[in-house]
């Protein structure tokens, strides 16, 4: 499974080739969610693992990369959360697909974790993919578009969550997601995913330009 090796941002876990604590983005303004770790770099096998699961709907790969997931779950800095939340699809593209690929790996995490699931998110409209968007056009797209469930609001008043998605790019999904549990009272918010995409050059360094540095190394 494609890895990085080096220095990652301690918030969303991005590579960071100039070094730091911290990302760019991650150093400009606080985030929704506390951290987010990812099972590794959406790259070769992995990568080709979840655009398998969504697009080819290989639903059956979902018990066996939810259980590789659920090796994050169970680390020490997110044991003890109250309930896994999966990021939500719109209700047109989840019947087209079949499934929720985002719940199905929670679900999956759940039944090796003990952790619950809970069904809090719901998406208020449409949005186009994310794929193949520019990173302010990722926000943009997703500002405002996620809100909790009535029947959830009282479960999640007081509670840590752990939001549960396939693929983080920016983390603009994420944010939207832990944004909307926050306004419904949840107390802290987390995030895993599958895997991390390291969005290329798009890389900046401490000064705000784009990095030079080659990028992060790879592992299998």
Not at 19 to 37: L, P, Q, S, V
Not at 149 to 175: F, H, M, N, P, Q
Not at 196 to 211: E, H, M, Q, V
């Amino acid at each position: 499974m494609p890895r990085w090796q080096g220095l990652s941002c301690r918030v969303c876990g991005l590579a960071l080739p100039d070094g730091g604590a911290r990302c760019w983005d991650c150093r400009k303004r606080r985030r929704d969610f506390r951290f987010c770790r990812s099972l590794g770099l959406y790259a070769g096998s992995l990568k080709s693992a979840v655009r398998a699961l969504k697009y080819a709907r290989r639903e059956a790969l979902g018990p066996p990369l939810a259980r590789l997931l659920s090796a994050l779950a169970g680390r020490p800095e997110l044991r003890g959360a109250d309930a896994l939340v999966p990021v939500p699809l719109h209700f047109v593209r989840k019947h087209a697909r079949g499934f929720n690929q985002a719940e199905l790996l929670a679900r999956g995490v759940s039944a090796e974790t003990g952790t619950p699931v809970l069904d809090a998110l719901r998406r208020r409209r449409w949005t186009r993919p994310q794929a193949g968007l520019r990173r302010e056009a990722r926000r943009r797209n997703v500002a405002g578009v996620f809100e909790a469930r009535r029947s959830a609001e009282t479960l999640l008043k007081g509670r840590w969550v752990i939001l549960v998605d396939d693929v983080c790019t920016t983390g603009a999904t994420l944010e939207s997601c832990a944004r909307a549990l926050r306004a419904a009272g949840v107390r802290r918010v987390d995030a895993i995913t599958l895997a991390r995409d390291a969005f290329k050059a798009r890389l900046k360094s401490a000064g705000g330009r784009p990095s030079r540095r080659p990028a992060p190394r790879l592992s299998v």
